[in-house]
Structure formats: structure tokens, C-alpha cells
């Protein structure tokens, strides 16, 4: 299974980036998609989910400048950023889980926000 996490970088606050997770090893359209964070001396934490069927979730801190999409035909999850905010800066990981307690993550990419 591998979860390749790509499009991190360094932007200026205000900015977008868009990540992208391709996914190989796994039935994606079956899996719930994640995408977390972890900024340095914090413990990582979900930043959105979305289903296999239904509606993504956010966590308060990025809802209405982040969102969250998947194209199963590419097995690949995106993380649109906006408005980007120094505190959006760490490290972003993306994950599957299969609702039956399998659970893969990628090994991250990094997101730099500038004052």
C-alpha cells in the first residue's frame, strides 16, 4: 500500500496550495480519506475526511478555507487550501481507512505559511 502525498510548499499568507494524495494498494473508491496535520511540538490533527459515500467534514479551524475532493477513477484525494494562515504551517499527511479497522498513512508533505 503507499499513500504519495505531493503539492506542499512554501506560500505567503492569504495564498493557496492544492494537495494531492495518490493511492495504490488499496480499493479507494471503498476507503474513507483523510487528510491531517502535524505542526512541530503539536500532536497531529484531522484537518478533513471524506467518505466513501456522503459528505466531507472539516475541523473548525480550516472550514470555509479548505476543501477536500476525491476522483476514484484516479484513486487520488486533493486538499484545496485557501486563505492560508501561518498557523496552517506543518506537516500534512494523508490516510485511508477501509471502516474495518485498516488504516494506511503517507508519509507527508510540507506546508510552509509566511507572515
Known amino acids: 500500500v503507499q499513500l504519495q502525498a505531493s503539492g506542499g510548499g512554501l506560500v505567503q499568507a492569504g495564498g493557496s496550495l492544492r494537495l494531492s494524495c495518490a493511492a495504490s494498494?488499496?480499493?479507494?473508491?471503498?476507503?474513507?480519506m483523510g487528510w491531517y496535520r502535524q505542526a512541530p511540538g503539536k500532536e497531529r490533527e484531522l484537518v478533513a475526511v471524506?467518505?466513501?459515500?456522503?459528505?466531507?467534514d472539516y475541523a473548525a479551524s480550516v472550514k470555509g478555507r479548505f476543501s477536500i475532493s476525491r476522483d476514484n477513477a484516479k484513486n487520488t484525494v486533493y486538499l484545496q487550501m485557501n486563505s492560508l494562515e501561518p498557523e496552517d504551517t506543518a506537516v500534512y499527511y494523508c490516510?485511508?481507512?477501509?471502516?474495518?479497522?485498516?488504516?494506511?498513512w503517507g508519509k507527508g508533505t510540507q506546508v510552509t505559511v509566511s507572515s
Open positions: 494498494g488499496i480499493i479507494f473508491s471503498t476507503n474513507l
Open positions: 490516510n485511508s481507512d477501509n471502516y474495518r479497522g485498516i488504516i494506511h
Open positions: 471524506i467518505p466513501a459515500r456522503g459528505d466531507p
